[in-house]
């Protein structure tokens, strides 16, 4: 992609402590985003739960692009661009489901669960001009870590595990919030906010802007609740950059390995009926362990560019344009596990989460505005700066500050500036 003139010298975008506005208004700066980091890295596109058994199906992005994600007869999980081979039209439009294979709706040319040209209705007229083997819908490299699907149109990328490095022992632990049961999605919901997708990115592990933007959370749950996530002067509460633009902000320190229990943490009162319910058919020491993860981990995990572990959900960004980016909010639960303790996770996803929740819709006003102000003044650099005097490096050699800080935002930039310079 040949950079336009109207692009300033990219490298002079991003400083240490500081971004340009352009990065969140400029339209030919966007179309080089999607070319330079969202169609050469590891984008998350599903998990594994979601396509569970053969024939099981769901349509994601990666970028810009539709993909469909599938499980194929043999087990095997496919990433295929969702586009006929003939004449471009999309062979799914359903976003999930089982099924044999997929059919376009134009010519119906038909594909199967691995992408493989199956069918052409009417060949007569293709004799020696077209071999069906030729024809697949087009596969992308596809990498799986701890249940988490990922995918690549660049088949010469370096492994997943590589690329995930240090956010790998954040993943593992993530997923202990099963509590011994396999993690699963419970269902999602999505919405479209009008700003830039990394002004979303940004957000997750932004502990900076809690207690301000969701002080009406604050004030709707029980105090214990609400002094489990008052990290304001909470030493324990840190950040951590892990390399490749990803990051960590540690939030409630004595569940950021849930597997780790001293016995004194008090379980909360608000749980009294699921802790009734289980006592009847479990024993205490695994009632306690699923009522510590009700919560989920006591962190948010930032894996750039597009999917964040935060806490008990899945959040995923796709950008729409310049000024426009679609979330969905994904709710976990525990793959075999009791029903009362899903359905009371689903309860705390929609009070926070939910699309008529206490958190979401004010972070969703909160990015609309960070749009609408850049957008009167550009020219004026976006500060992430936070911190960076306190900053210091932790016994892995990871820049670590107070989880209020701003050494996610650091380091997911840096990732950015580095991808975006990198011209193949």
Known sequence: MTVSPEIPDIATLVEDDRVAGTLYTGPELFELEMDRIFHRTWVWVA??????????????????????????????INVLLNRCRHRGASVCEVPKGNGNGFTCPYHAWSYALDGTLRGIP??????????????????LKVGTYAGMIFASFDHEIEPLEDFLGGARLWIDRFMKQGAGY???????????????????LENTTDWYHFPIVHRSWMSSVDAETASMLSIMTDESAVTHALGNGHSVSVSVAE????????????????????????????????????????????FNLNLFPNVAMSMSF????????????????????????????????????????????????????????????????????????????????????????????????REAYAMWKRMMTDVK
Do not use: C
Not at 122 to 139: A, F, I, M
Not at 183 to 200: A, D, P, S
């Open 122 to 139: 009417y060949p007569e007229g293709y004799e020696n001009v077209t071999e069906k083997k030729d024809l697949p819908l087009q596969r």
């Open 255 to 298: 569940h950021a390995d849930l597997d780790v229990d001293d016995g004194t943490e008090k379980l909360q009162e608000r749980f009294s009926h699921v802790i009734e319910e289980l006592s009847k058919d479990l024993p205490p020491e695994r009632v306690r362990r699923i009522v510590r993860s009700m919560h989920g981990a006591g």
């Open 182 to 200: 396999p993690i699963k999605v419970q269902g999602e919901h999505k919405f479209r906010f009008q700003g830039n997708w990394k002004i979303q």
């Open 314 to 409: 899945f959040r995923v960004l796709r950008p729409v344009s310049v000024a426009e980016t679609e979330i969905r909010h994904v709710a976990l639960g525990l793959d075999g596990g009791p029903e009362i303790v899903n359905r009371e996770r689903l309860r705390i996803h929609e009070h926070f989460q939910g699309p008529f929740g206490f958190g979401s819709p004010d972070d969703a006003e909160a990015w609309n505005r960070v749009q609408r102000g850049v957008a009167g003044g550009a020219d004026m650099p976006i500060l992430v700066n936070r911190g960076l005097g306190r900053e210091k490096p932790n016994d892995l050699g990871q820049p670590t500050s107070h989880a209020t800080d701003e050494t996610g935002m």
């Open 47 to 76: 998990h594994e739960s979601e396509i569970a058994k053969a024939g099981d199906f769901k349509t994601a992005w990666v970028g810009r692009r539709p993909v469909i994600v599938s499980r194929d007869r043999r087990g095997g």
